[in-house]
T-cell receptor, first 109, second 115 residues
Framework: GQNIDQPTEMTATEGAIVQINCTYQTSGFNGLFWYQQHAGEAPTFLSY??LDGLEEKGRFSSFLSRSKGYSYLLLKELQMKDSASYLCAVMDSNYQLIWGAGTKLIIKP | ETGVTQTPRHLVMGMTNKKSLKCEQH?????MYWYKQSAKKPLELMFV???????ENNSVPSRFSPECPNSSHLFLHLHTLQPEDSALYLC??????????????FGPGTRLTVL
């Protein structure tokens, strides 16, 4: 079966760095997406990786290793507004998105 | 604002009611999706429409009936639902171009409670 694993919840301190991991087992691979979802709001797109390596976009970076079935989202200089759920999703060989359950990130002052 | 709107934002209905959820996208996309989001569970893809044609139905019970009259509008018709159908229903859209699959843009969702 297809499976996406990510931690249920993480806590970090304002101004610090946090890494949210995602491991996947899917039938085929056509890219990995990270989305951010604030409570009661729509998920919004953060990043897309299809090749191995690191993609940097401001305070957020996303890394992919296809051979290990592994990705992480790195958030730097954490701000209180970064408190949200972070969803990892993999596009499989049928171009369907397979979603993880999300990681709830709590930022403390 | 993501360019995808959904109404209503909240809906409470009894098991014998019939209601409809509406989604509209203002992005010129050609694909639209319905997802179910339950607490602490992954997003569940329900239906996919590409160029108004349904291309995916992930074994969704017949009490959920989608309708896509054009590439900008998507409906989800609900009837005789069960309490376990209570969830957040998300609509999304994307632009699919000859094998290039872009990110999906989500609406704010409809919080459905079935009594």
């Amino acid at each position: 079966g297809q499976n996406i694993d990510q931690p249920t919840e993480m806590t970090a301190t304002e101004g610090a760095i946090v890494q949210i991991n995602c491991t996947y087992q899917t039938s085929g691979f056509n890219g990995l997406f990270w989305y951010q979802q604030h409570a009661g709001e729509a998920p919004t797109f953060l990043s897309y990786n299809v090749l191995d390596g690191l993609e940097e976009k401001g305070r957020f970076s996303s890394f992919l290793s296809r051979s290990k079935g592994y990705s992480y989202l790195l958030l730097k200089e954490l701000q209180m507004k970064d408190s949200a759920s972070y969803l990892c999703a993999v596009m499989d060989s049928n171009y369907q998105l397979i979603w993880g359950a999300g990681t709830k990130l709590i930022i403390k002052p | 604002e993501t360019g995808v709107t959904q109404t209503p934002r909240h809906l409470v209905m009894g098991m014998t009611n019939k209601k409809s959820l509406k989604c509209e996208q203002h992005l010129g996309h050609n694909a639209m999706y319905w997802y179910k989001q339950s607490a602490k569970k992954p997003l569940e893809l329900m239906f996919v429409y590409n160029f108004k044609e349904q291309t995916e139905n992930n074994s969704v019970p017949s009490r959920f009936s989608p309708e896509c009259p054009n590439s900008s509008h998507l409906f989800l018709h609900l009837h005789t639902l069960q309490p376990e159908d209570s969830a957040l229903y998300l609509c999304a859209s994307s632009q699919e171009l000859a094998g290039v699959y872009n990110e999906q843009f989500f609406g704010p969702g409809t919080r459905l409670t079935v009594l």
